[in-house]
């Protein structure tokens, strides 16, 4: 049962996020008795919020893994206490040897250039975040790394500060997310501390900030981002962000912030094609020397679609189920595995979405595939490109080449329009999540 336990943490790290998991699992530990899996929390708070919050998904990972219905309970005592914050270093020959990290905000050790897979989705942003490595503050200032939930762009920006503290150790980095910042802002609002908040901000060298379009439509901490990045820009500091769309469609932004972010380097990540996905899905496995067959790894490409924050997970479920049972990875165990978890997805085709496309808008499919430029056309097709980009997962090239032989960027274009449609107009975004539902039904 113990053995069970460790085998289910690494999905429960998936499952409720890094920081729920340094926060609420790790500290227990975990005793078996005949009833089940007990498992030892360090207070009653914590056991209220655990059964609350995790104790579902706990229980059905614990079954998921073991194959039968598993009993958890929970008791007080005999865990770990909660990781603190690392204390203050004792002597000043300990503060030397410490591990360089960021002054502000942690990094995922993992997360390194090295580890990070570059194929035609993701290249122009790994090269322009090794550019910045190389050399921050001179160029691609401020540089701006966007694209959908899962592609990667954490990792991206977690390998560019190790990069840069492994060059340069005295560096001060500071890489949180547009969240911590807005929490940090309000705690040190609320403390009466802002000239501090202020003094440290502005001592770093490299700011990244994760996700910022988190600040939309939170005007106080956009007001004091605006001052930070000012004060950081006007001293040729490098400033570094990401965000799940470009900066132009982020509802909610400022306008002089927007312009900021625009005057930079902008780079997108779009979703891996089925064959990047396969090299990732092998990495991940050899990373973690998980003997995975081809004809599986092909398997959890085709079932955990565009997301590689999913295929992971697959991933995970089907190496932690195996390493329970004590049985090599094969086609019948993935199956098992996944099953009750990831959808089985449709593979759907483009001549599909042309299909379903044109019904919609009362055009022919021949209408789509037209050099017409008029409105009524011009943005049905946008949107069949989109939808077969992203719900029907086919490259760039190929949806050229069935659009009537067009060039490929007008494809990539294409999706970049209608994602930004989608973000700033909800009756579209409305229209695609319709058309993509009825493609994959
Ligand atoms: P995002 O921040 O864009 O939502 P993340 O950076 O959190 O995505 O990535 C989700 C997961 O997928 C992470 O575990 C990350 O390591 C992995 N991942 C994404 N893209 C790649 C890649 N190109 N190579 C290796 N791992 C990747
Ligand atoms: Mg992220």
């Keep these: 049962m113990v053995g069970l336990w460790s085998a289910a943490l690494p999905l429960l790290r998936q499952q409720v996020g890094e920081r729920n998991f340094s926060t609420w699992i790790e500290p227990i530990r975990c005793a078996s008795d005949e009833e089940g899996v007990r498992l030892e929390v360090p207070s009653r708070f914590f056991q209220d919020w655990i059964t609350r919050h995790f104790l579902p998904t706990i229980r059905d990972t614990l079954t998921l893994l073991a194959g039968q219905p598993c009993a958890v309970r929970t008791v007080i005592g005999g865990a770990l206490p909660p990781k603190s914050r690392p204390a203050a270093p004792a002597s000043s020959e300990q503060r030397v040897e410490a591990p360089r990290g960021p002054r502000i905000g942690q990094l995922v050790a993992h997360y390194t250039f090295e580890t990070f897979v570059v194929g035609p989705s993701n290249e122009i942003a790994y090269r322009a975040m090794q550019e910045v490595g190389a050399a921050p503050g001179r160029r691609f200032n401020p540089a701006v790394v966007h694209g959908g939930v899962g592609l990667g762009k954490t990792h991206l920006i977690n390998g560019l500060a190790h990069e840069v503290l492994r060059r340069w150790p005295r560096v001060r980095v500071a890489c949180l997310s547009g969240e911590s910042f807005m929490n940090i802002l309000i705690s040190s609002l609320r403390q009466d501390q802002m000239a501090a908040f202020r003094d440290r901000f502005r001592q770093v060298d490299l700011l990244i900030l994760d996700d910022v379009q988190f600040l939309a439509g939170k005007e106080r901490t956009q007001e004091e981002f605006f001052h930070t990045f000012n004060a950081l820009y006007g001293s040729g500091k490098q400033i570094v962000l990401t965000s799940d769309k470009p900066p132009s469609a982020i509802a909610g932004l400022e306008e002089r912030l927007r312009s900021r972010f625009e005057g930079g380097m902008i780079a997108d990540i779009h979703p891996p094609t089925a064959e990047m996905r396969f090299a990732i899905v092998h990495a991940k496995a050899d990373r973690q020397s998980i003997q995975l067959p081809d004809d599986v790894a092909k398997l959890l490409v085709d079932r955990a679609g565009p997301s590689v924050r999913e295929l992971e997970g697959a991933l995970t479920r089907v190496a932690a189920t195996a390493a329970v049972r004590g049985v090599p990875i094969t086609m019948a165990l993935a199956e098992a595995a996944l099953g009750p978890y990831v959808p089985m997805r449709n593979t759907v085709s483009v001549e599909a979405v042309q299909e379903a496309v044109s019904q919609h808008f009362g055009l022919t499919?021949?209408?789509?595939?037209?050099?017409?430029?008029?409105?009524?056309?011009?943005?049905?097709?946008?949107?069949?490109?989109?939808?077969?980009?992203?719900?029907?997962?086919?490259?760039?090239?190929?949806?050229?080449?069935k659009f009537g032989g067009r060039d490929h960027s007008t494809v990539m274009h294409a999706v970049r329009v209608i994602e930004g449609r989608r973000a700033t107009d909800k009756k579209i975004d409305q229209l695609i999540s319709v058309l993509d539902g009825q493609l994959r039904a």
Excluded: N
């Design 365 to 401: 499919v021949g209408d789509l595939k037209s050099h017409r430029r008029g409105r009524d056309v011009a943005f049905p097709r946008q949107v069949a490109m989109y939808l077969s980009r992203v719900t029907a997962e086919a490259s760039f090239p190929s949806i050229a080449e």
